[in-house]
């Protein structure tokens, strides 16, 4: 059964923490404000200020988290609702802030407290007010350029050059309308002796009136005012910067995670296929990338249970090359074969006879695979195994015994466990064979399998049918490279068939007469 599938969404990327550091700092600008206050300029009084100042950044920066989320959710909505929730914050934020500072502010300053509270949330409103002009600006930029442009490119490029046309308007605006103000201020309004402000033409003034603003101090005005103009701004403009950076991330952000959990080996992820038609190809070419190295996983663990784990990884180290050199190896073989068992199975349903031997099987391959032996093939209720081929095993003599002498006793235990109930047991018979064989693939271009082929395969499978049930034994080059923890007890020589000349042989399994 496939894994259930993870679906990778914008929605899904990881939010911005609540600004707790803000909120300290907010309310550490409050606790202060309950400070005697002092009207020296010494240390006390610079200290009270920048804490003043950084309580009111706070605010700001909370107003900013705030936008954000409220950003977020509308993202979510129709074109529609998008432009109407963006539409609602501007307001929300200037009257939210007056109001919040008259709530929470006013108790604080009457009781002494400053009005710390109050102007900060005063300028966290007014941040939040700007900062929805500029969600605004790009909600509108990107409903507009959705309806035109299809790529993301395109996408990107307009809305940034609506927002240098905004700033920049912004910025004429302001300069146009403090000259045309401080040139009027500077040619109209003088000043009387007595202090009284009056408009009028400056050249026809009495003797002791003086111009309020000349030429250069206006000019120099006009700049202070459009820096200040700028800095009014900046609210939006990051609001809007951060919207487009946004746009961005929030596509690339699902396909990072994604590409982490696939390095992991999580291959049941896919993305969303959203977004412009970039990101649209991009998800699409990435999911259908994870389909294809799932389905080759899939294959691999196949290919694995048909192949046998030493050929599979012997393929896997040769990048997929199934050509397996011919070459002529000593190595061990063994076959164990279930006694009299086609004699039971003859009484039995097939479903049974598949399910005893599945049953058997599912323990004995776990016992081959323990002391990694070559699975080499399944023959009716034998099975067959090699060592040393196809990779090197120096000890594959005793290697070959242990594992044969492992399943024996795992028989044992099975029988004990009633495991083989309907034929009331099973009795199997094993019989090792060490020497040269040729081993390669064997078959065709379309199908081949790797094996071993020589006189020692046919002498082991002679061996098995001449041991008793629950008997292990071996020939004698076998019993010749076995270790001393590894005893042996000879028979007496034996025919079999296809050899001329008897066949000493060794009982390693059981060990005592």
């Keep these: 059964m496939a894994p259930e599938l993870t679906l990778l969404t914008p929605a899904s990327r990881p939010r911005r923490q609540w600004p707790k550091p803000a909120l300290i700092a907010l309310a550490g600008g409050v606790l202060v404000g309950f400070l005697p206050h002092t009207a020296s300029q010494g240390p006390l009084f610079w200290g009270r200020l920048a804490v003043k100042a950084i ?9 900013s988290w705030l936008e954000e989320r409220l950003y977020t959710l509308a993202s979510e909505r129709s074109p529609g609702g998008r432009f109407a929730a963006a539409l609602a914050v501007p307001p929300l934020g200037l009257f939210g802030g007056m109001a919040a500072a008259f709530v929470l502010g006013l108790p604080i300053l009457l009781l002494g ?6 102007v900060s949330l005063v300028v966290g409103g007014f941040w939040l007010a ?28 307009l809305a940034v050059l609506g927002l240098v046309g905004l700033s920049t308007t912004i910025a004429t605006l302001s300069a146009m309308y403090a000259a045309e103000s401080l040139t009027l201020l500077a040619g109209k309004a003088v000043m009387s002796e007595d202090g009284n402000i009056r408009f009028g033409d400056v050249a ?22 459009v820096c200040g103009a700028a800095l009014v701004a900046l609210p939006l403009l990051l609001s809007a910067c951060a919207k487009l950076a946004d746009a961005v991330m929030e596509r690339l ?6 590409f982490a959990l696939v390095t992991a080996g999580d291959m049941a992820v896919k993305v969303e296929e959203g977004g412009s038609e970039d990101f649209v190809q991009l998800s699409r070419a990435f ?15 196949a290919y694995g249970t048909y192949l046998g784990k030493q050929v599979a990884d012997r393929i896997r180290a040769q990048h997929g090359e199934a050509a397996l050199p011919a070459s002529s190896r000593v190595v061990s073989v063994f076959f164990a074969d279930i ?54 095993q120096p000890d594959h003599a005793a290697r070959a015994v242990r594992c044969a002498i492992a399943i024996q006793e795992e028989v044992a235990k099975l029988n004990a466990e009633g495991a083989f109930a309907e034929v009331g047991g099973l009795l199997v018979g094993i019989g090792i064979a060490t020497g040269p064989v040729v081993a390669g693939n064997l078959g065709s271009q379309k199908q081949m399998e790797y094996t071993v082929i020589g006189d020692m395969v046919n002498l082991a499978a002679r061996l098995t049918s ?45 060990r005592s007469a």
């Design 287 to 301: 999911n259908g990338m994870v389909g294809s190295l799932a389905l080759a996983k899939r294959m691999d663990r």
């Design 253 to 258: 952000n699902p396909l990072a995670r994604a």
């Design 113 to 118: 407290g400053g009005p710390t509270l109050g």
């Design 339 to 392: 006694r009299g068992f086609t004699a039971m199975s003859e009484k039995l349903e097939p479903s049974r006879v598949l399910g005893i031997l599945n049953r058997y099987f599912e323990r004995v391959v776990a016992v081959i695979d323990a002391h990694e032996g070559y699975l080499n093939k399944f023959i009716g209720d034998a099975v067959v195994v090699v060592f040393n081929a196809p990779l090197d």
């Design 55 to 63: 309580a009111a950044l706070a605010a700001c920066s909370v107003a």
């Design 130 to 157: 700007l900062a929805g002009v500029g969600s605004l600006t790009v909600v509108v930029l990107d409903v507009a350029v959705s309806a035109v442009v299809r790529d993301f490119r395109s996408r990107i490029l």
């Design 204 to 225: 026809s003034t009495a003797a002791g009136d003086k111009a309020i603003l000349d030429a250069g101090a206006a000019s120099s005005l006009i700049v202070v005012v």
């Design 466 to 510: 001449k041991a008793p049930a629950g008997e292990v034994w071996v020939n004698e080059g076998n019993a010749a490279a076995l270790p001393a923890d590894l005893p042996k007890v000879a028979l007496a020589p034996i025919q079999v068939k296809g050899k001329e000349q008897p066949v000493t042989a060794s009982r390693v399994w059981p």
